[in-house]
């Protein structure tokens, strides 16, 4: 519960931050008011059966993990004997507050009961959290106070509370609700922000609780939210604690009838009575125990060896959760994997990026292969968008269970972006791969022999001459060489090392019996226009014919019967006929 209305004052003071404020943070949590959360969303018997409301806490559990937050749960101890009126009211034992009410001053604190459903439902909660690494520290009386006790001797950044009553313990820094999912967030309050807006310190709020009311009083008839901040503002946070100890109804009474600007005579002490408590003095004495019950909690204190235990980092029981979830969700162990360890990875991953920040600010600024600590992550596998979040889906190096799993684009940058170049570099030599091969490639062409290269540069410095009556045939086979006359038609064999030979009516060589009659040659005639290129793939196709598909070629060239000095006409068809060979060479 807390203060009555508190919430509503402190209103516009509140913040909406996202999930990731989180991130890095150590928080404590007032275990109680998570469990009454989670308890309201399952109120029917059904559900109660199948622990939703643990399986709530699981996933609240897991993304603060995933945030590399240091969790600690704090639970409560005995009822305080001033909350013991308000706690049995509100188990309607009527009666006996009754009884207790009418000797308040000397009550004891009283054992919880531990066997109850909700205790059930805690230690459900602290088994849970213990396999998955996070300690609780029992309190001793109320948990907000051993919450509000750390964070203001910054053993933590914040606490998770319901309780409004926290502030008035000494937080500075309250977590009421958590939303998870897309666009996750939490309900953040500053106790800087409630003093510069509404003017408001802890014995302000200590003096809220006096007259509204809360788990350890029952307020004073006729203030409402108006009147009691009125009455702080003309007190001011300093001395209204004082005032109201030592003035006492007086003083109340004046600062209330000085606001509505009304007689004393028409403010009557039943308006103004506590409970049944009628004098002053007594009234005073109740004031004074409220106001050390807040000041002075019973807790821990924060260098106790129980406390110093709490914050001492556990390990993650992989193990031991998978036997609890199958017993809690009936769930299998990889189901149980599935949820938890890309969250336990992510976790390392911010852990390591932590690292390497709080190294680079102290000028040490190590490769990543350098590092002590070695990185979580093994490599990025393609880049991923989530809700329009970039990302990555990486494989990690120490969960080799886990597979891979997704994680920001942003976190990875800052933990290892030598990952994500070694990822651009395999990428762009893949593509470089694969358009090589995508390429059409190119026939292969058999170079020609040397012995053809040199005749074929013999051939053709006598036709620069114009003389062709040096030209003889050569034949691998033939006993010896004879002359070609002028006029002849001349055969080079491509496949023979570039041989000329004569042809005769039947179409072959006297000496060579490798070129028959089937042979299909192309004749290019000096005096008749010159060939093309275009000749080539025609010889080539005529070629492959020969000897059963051997690849070879034969090209009869038909010289001038001219020893005559070279006309420009021929030297133009001889410069033609040297194109036309070096095509065939390439």
């Known amino acids: 519960m807390g203060v009555k209305n508190l919430w509503d004052i402190l209103e516009s003071c509140k913040k909406t931050m996202p999930l990731t404020h989180l991130q890095n943070k150590r928080l404590c949590i007032d275990l109680s008011c998570w469990m009454v959360q989670l308890q309201t969303v399952t109120k029917s018997h059904g559900c109660t059966k199948e622990r939703v ?45 009754n009884k207790d009410d009418a000797n308040v001053q000397n009550p004891g604190s009283m054992r919880r009961n531990m066997g109850s459903e909700f205790s059930r439902m805690v230690k459900e909660a602290k088994n849970l959290g213990l ?15 051993q919450c ?23 937080a500075e820094t309250v977590y ?40 350890y009083s029952q307020g004073i008839r006729g203030f409402g939210l108006e009147s009691a901040c009125r009455v702080l503002k003309v007190a001011g946070d300093d001395e209204i604690l004082q005032k109201i100890v030592s003035g006492g109804m007086p003083f109340l009474k004046e600062t209330k009838a000085s606001k509505k600007q009304q007689p004393k005579s028409k403010i009557t002490n039943k308006e103004n009575s506590f409970d049944g408590v009628g004098p002053d003095s007594e009234m005073n004495d109740h004031f004074l125990r409220v106001i050390d019950a807040y000041l002075k909690p019973k807790c821990h204190s924060a260098d106790s060896e129980i406390v110093l235990q709490a914050f001492a980092q556990l390990p993650f029981q992989r193990i031991k959760l998978q036997e609890l979830c199958s017993q809690y969700f009936e769930w ?50 393609k880049p991923r968008k989530v809700h329009g979040v970039a990302c990555y889906e990486v494989s990690w190096d120490h969960w080799v269970c886990l597979g891979s799993s997704v994680i920001l684009a942003d976190l990875l940058k800052s933990a290892c972006p030598e990952r994500i170049l070694d990822y651009e570099n395999d990428l ?19 170079p020609l022999a040397p012995e053809l290269d040199e005749k074929l540069q013999q051939l053709l410095l006598e036709i620069d001459s114009g003389s062709t009556s040096n030209i003889r045939r050569t034949c691998p086979t033939a006993d010896s060489a004879e002359p070609i006359n002028q006029g002849s038609a001349m055969s080079i064999d491509l496949c023979n090392g570039g041989s000329l030979v004569k042809n005769k009516a039947d179409g072959g060589c006297t000496a060579c019996s490798k070129v028959g009659p ?31 598909g051997r690849n070879c070629m034969q090209d009869i060239i038909s010289l001038s ?25 390439e």
């Open 53 to 97: 409301y643990l399986r709530g806490l699981f996933h609240r559990l897991r993304a603060l993990i995933a945030l590399n937050c240091s969790l600690v749960f704090v639970t409560d101890g005995s009822i305080p004997a001033i909350k013991l009126a308000s706690y049995r009211r509100r188990l309607n034992l009527l009666k006996e507050v």
């Open 131 to 145: 396999s998955l690494g996070i300690p609780c520290l029992d309190g001793l009386e109320e948990a907000e106070a």
């Open 148 to 170: 509000a006790l750390l964070n203001s001797e910054s053993l933590c950044d914040g606490c998770f509370s319901s309780d409004s009553d926290i502030f008035l313990f000494g």
């Open 176 to 215: 009421r609700d958590i939303c998870l999912g897309d666009g996750g967030y939490v309900v953040c309050y500053e106790m800087a922000d409630i003093k510069r807006h509404l003017g408001f310190g802890r014995n302000s709020l200590i003096a809220l609780a006096v007259l509204l009311g809360s788990d």
């Open 332 to 381: 299998p162990p990889e189901k149980t994997d599935e949820y938890i360890l890309p969250k336990i990875a992510e976790r390392d991953l911010r852990r390591f990026a932590n690292l390497r920040s709080t190294a680079a600010k102290a000028g040490v600024d190590l490769p990543l292969q350098q590092i002590p600590v070695k990185c979580p992550v093994s490599r990025v596998i």
């Open 428 to 446: 762009a030599l893949r593509k470089k791969q694969n358009n090589r091969k995508s390429r059409r490639r190119k026939p292969e062409h058999v």
């Open 518 to 548: 089937s042979t299909v040659e192309e004749l290019i005639d000096l005096s008749s226009p010159s060939p093309s290129l275009e000749v080539l793939p025609s010889v080539i196709r005529n070629c492959s014919q020969l000897n059963g």
């Open 561 to 585: 019967d001219s020893d005559m000095e070279v006309s420009p006409e021929h030297a133009k068809k001889a410069r033609e006929l040297r194109l036309f060979i070096s095509g065939l060479k």
